[in-house]
Nanobody
């Protein structure tokens, strides 16, 4: 069965950095990889997503310039590098994989409904 597993979450101070990993039990070569998060009392929101056919990415305005999504298909692993972390970045972070058609518009890369595989999440807490 398809499975994703996040790791790397933890407690960091504001301004700090953290690198999340997402290990897949299947080949990621033809999957869009997405990172989502859910803060206490809020709905799940898209963070950043990466196309499989080129380097096209979508990032939420709140994380542009601070977060970077990447992948290593040889390791079936995706990553989210987070820098300049702020308290509002606190939440449970999830990775997901989407069998999206080639050349899906960048604006639609992080549409939640097509993502069929999800990890169980890893907690990120930004606090002093």
């Amino acid at each position: 069965q398809a499975q994703l597993a996040e790791s790397g979450g933890g407690l960091v101070q504001p301004g700090g950095s953290l690198r999340l990993s997402c290990a897949a039990s299947f080949q990621l070569d033809y999957y869009v990889v997405g990172w989502f998060r859910q803060a206490p009392g809020k709905e799940r929101e898209a963070v950043s997503c990466l196309a499989w056919w080129d380097h096209t990415t979508y990032s939420a305005d709140s994380v542009k310039g601070r977060f970077t999504v990447s992948r290593d298909n040889a390791k079936n692993t995706a990553y989210l590098q987070m820098s300049s972390l702020m308290p509002e970045d606190t939440g449970v972070y999830y990775c997901a994989a989407d069998l999206a058609p080639i050349s899906t518009p960048v604006q639609a890369l992080c549409d939640i409904s097509p993502f069929g595989s999800w990890g169980q999440g890893t907690q990120v807490t930004v606090s002093s």
